[in-house]
């Protein structure tokens, strides 16, 4: 399988596209399998690596002109984080791949892929241990933070690779997983994307590529994607809350093709009506599957949250904290305040990115919540809208988490939900969260 691929690498004019950890990554597979053979590498902020000073089969592309020139490549294998929104890919969109793509091309392995705005990753990880627990040989690759090419010689043959896709590493691809789950789609990187349009059909490439030998399950109750989708080649399953259709929620029971699988009350750690949704995704997997169903459930009701997605931080001074930095959107934070119920302080604001925000400062305002705590950008222009609560303009997490320990009742919860991305302020989610978790927990 690797062999194959390494075969079509050395047949083409290859350029890396975005020399970050996955292009660097993508240098490596290459030159220690084709070590004669000259790469190009492109990247806006390119500086020269120390270490590959002595290669001398390579050509660097930098600087503003750096997209130039791509349709002189054969292959041109993009890193998600480059974006061609504004560029016209008209004369060499099908040369674009990705890492991802290579894998779904040249591996012969059951692939299983996750997308959606919200949740993929909690989704996946479960899709994953629940594998594993159940002896079947399994990888957890794509966006869940490891390049798929740092682990890609470790695939053996009879593994089942469960794929965590972004809308970026879906944007180009012309592959579709054999099992696609598509959890959700909300108004998010529309500093990326042209339009919502856009990122939702970049979304659809989970599917369009698949056969009907294949599964493709999606969230019906999920306005965007009732529009979206348009026939599925692949056996369809819809997972929906309000409606008994192929996977659905009826009294309290997750139902697959009406047998009952599971009792929304069972104790488990993933709380929260968006968590029960993935959970019935990941049951509707096992069923395809065949899989132990006593097995699975007992993974799922024992499966601990991710970091950064509604994790209990702890107790201090008799508030309770809860660190949600994934919550970029709106939805998010809504879902975590509902789950979390008792919520007395709300920590927000992050990078604009052009959401539309209407809904949510309506919800704000009609909550119980007492205290807004709002950091730049987002947070200082959605205090412009609150009425009759108490509004608290900071410019770092340092002045949040002081506000946030002098305001917040005792006995109630403070939550962080940027309800924004964290870019052009920290380097991504986690490390917002980290900070976060370090003040709290500073006396």
Wanted: hydrophobic share 35%; glycine share 4%.
């Amino acid at each position: 399988m690797l062999d194959n691929l390494i075969k079509y690498l050395d047949n083409k004019k290859v350029l890396i596209l975005g020399f970050g950890r996955e292009g660097k990554s993508t240098y490596k597979l290459i030159r220690k399998y084709l070590n004669k053979k000259h790469i190009y590498i492109s990247d806006k902020e390119l500086v020269e690596d120390e270490n590959l000073k002595q290669d001398k089969n390579i050509s660097y592309i930098s600087g503003d002109k750096y997209l130039e020139n791509l349709k002189d490549y054969d292959l041109i294998i993009k890193s998600p984080g480059i974006s061609l929104a504004k560029e016209d890919t008209t004369k060499y969109k099908g040369k674009i791949t990705s890492q991802l793509e290579l894998l779904l091309e040249f591996f012969s392995n059951y692939t299983i892929g996750i997308t959606g705005t919200k949740g993929k990753s909690t989704t996946s990880s479960l899709i994953y241990t629940i594998l594993k627990e159940q002896n079947i040989k399994t990888m957890l690759l794509g966006n869940i933070g490891t390049p798929v090419f740092e682990y890609i010689e470790d695939i053996e043959k009879d593994m089942v690779i469960v794929l965590e896709m972004s809308s970026h590493q879906l944007e180009y691809m012309k592959k579709s997983p054999n099992i696609a789950i598509l959890l959700n789609i909300y108004e998010e990187h529309l500093d990326y994307y042209k339009s919502l349009e856009n990122y939702a059909k970049a979304k659809c490439n989970i599917y369009i590529y698949q056969k009907d030998t294949d599964y493709f399950l999606y969230n019906s109750d999920n306005e965007i994607l009732e529009k979206m989708v348009k026939k599925p080649k692949a056996v369809t399953y819809k997972v929906s809350f309000s409606k008994e259709k192929d996977v659905y929620l009826k009294e309290d029971k997750i139902y697959f093709k009406d047998k009952e699988l599971y009792n929304k009350n069972e104790k488990r750690n993933l709380q929260g009506d968006y968590n029960l949704n993935n959970i019935m995704f990941v049951l509707a997997v096992s069923e395809i599957l065949n899989l132990n169903k006593n097995k699975t459930i007992k993974t799922i009701n024992e499966f601990k949250t991710l970091k950064h997605r509604l994790e209990f931080v702890g107790k201090y001074e008799d508030v309770i904290y809860y660190d949600n930095s994934i919550g970029t959107i709106p939805k998010a934070t809504i879902e975590a305040i509902e789950t979390l119920k008792e919520v007395d302080s709300l920590i927000i604001g992050g990078m604009d990115r052009g959401i539309d925000y209407s809904e949510f400062i309506k919800y704000l305002n009609n909550s119980k919540i007492r205290n807004i705590i709002c950091m730049p950008k987002t947070g200082h222009n959605i205090a412009k809208e609150i009425r009759d609560k108490n509004t608290y303009i900071v410019n770092t997490m340092e002045e949040a988490v002081k506000v946030a320990k002098e305001k917040t009742r005792k006995g109630n919860i403070c939550l962080l939900s940027p309800t924004a991305a964290s870019y052009g302020y920290f380097k991504n989610f986690e490390e917002k969260g980290d900070l976060f978790i370090k003040l709290v927990r500073c006396s």
